[in-house]
């Protein structure tokens, strides 16, 4: 077995890692490891660190401390530490070719072996999208060929920045369902996010971070209860309607407003979440669809 795949070692280890940009601290002593075939996710309020923590884990930055990769030190063995990672950022800025070509552009560039390509099309439900060109994709499809692009030289560790932050809903839960397959196939996932019920799914555990710092690294039950006491509902209604709406929603108390694709947003505790719907309903005004949205309150 290669030291790199070798299951006595942490596939990540983090120690006393630290990253500042002159006065600020983006992370401060962190420390944590990833067994092979386990999946973390990266809690936290925006500037929390999660993004700086995975830059520092591909090699991206210059950090304080020390972060493995396998067998490998990120600093001194960069390259080699990072082609045990498949990486999906939050947005991936493709050059101006059709998927097929897209995947044998990165494969050169990986040296992988390209016989995976028409695997991975099925696989990831590209197939019938093959020769379109990237820009004519949806942002759901935009996601598939991102997490084709990590897979294609198959790497025993996942990283994503907000895999699901820029899909509708179902997009959403078809993104997710791939990553929990490959999760159960061996993958072991680090992931930051904001919704809940995508930790749920995906994580044994959850590495939460503020202002830089671990605050303390629990399960996603204990996330929930300790972290997580209010939602977002948001609603879709007629476009004619919304300012009543607002009116609505704010006679009764609820913080409300409306988003930038013209749904009406409101906060309300988790265990009244339904109760906007019902005032709504008592205003004569249809609800055409609605989605839910965890709020961190730490």
């Known amino acids: 077995m290669t030291p790199e795949t070798s299951s006595s070692l942490p596939l990540i280890s983090v120690r006393h890692v630290t990253k500042r940009y002159k006065k600020v601290t983006a992370l401060e002593d962190v420390n944590f490891e990833i067994a092979p075939g386990a ?15 995975l830059k520092a884990i591909l090699g991206l930055i210059d950090f304080g401390g020390q972060i493995q990769v396998g067998a490998y ?10 082609c045990q990672i498949g990486y999906v950022p ?8 059709g998927v ?6 990165y494969a050169r560039l990986k040296k992988a072996d390209p016989a ?15 020769k379109k060109r990237v820009g004519a994709l949806s942002g759901g499809l935009r996601q598939r060929l991102a997490l084709a692009v990590a897979l294609l030289d198959d790497p025993p560790l996942l ?5 699901l932050a820029n899909l509708d809903a179902r997009a959403r839960r078809e993104y997710q369902v791939l990553l929990s397959t490959l999760r159960k196939e061996g993958k072991t996932l680090l992931f930051a996010s904001h919704r809940i019920e995508e ?3 995906l994580a044994d555990q959850v590495l939460v971070l503020q202002e830089g710092r671990l605050l303390e690294i629990i399960t996603p039950e204990e996330l929930r209860t300790r972290h997580l006491a209010e939602i977002e509902l948001i609603l879709w209604v007629p476009e004619n309607r919304r300012g009543e709406a607002l009116t609505c929603l704010e006679a009764e108390g609820f913080a409300t407003h409306l988003n930038g694709r013209g749904t009406v947003v409101v906060r309300v505790p988790e265990a009244r ?14 609800i055409l669809n609605f989605e839910m949205e965890q709020v961190q309150t730490n």
């Open 116 to 130: 995976r390509i028409s695997h991975l099309l099925e696989r990831l439900g590209l197939s019938s999208h093959a």
């Open 159 to 163: 990283m994503l920045d907000e895999p």
């Open 73 to 82: 030190d990120v600093r001194r063995q960069g390259k080699l530490a990072r």
């Open 199 to 201: 930790v749920e799914t």
């Open 39 to 53: 999946a973390l996710a990266l809690w936290g309020a925006n500037g929390a660190g999660k993004t700086t923590l």
């Open 273 to 286: 979440k339904a109760h906007p719907l019902t005032i709504l309903s008592g205003c004569d005004i249809p």
């Open 90 to 97: 939050q947005e991936f800025a493709f050059y101006d070719l």
């Open 100 to 105: 097929l070509e897209t995947l044998y552009f």
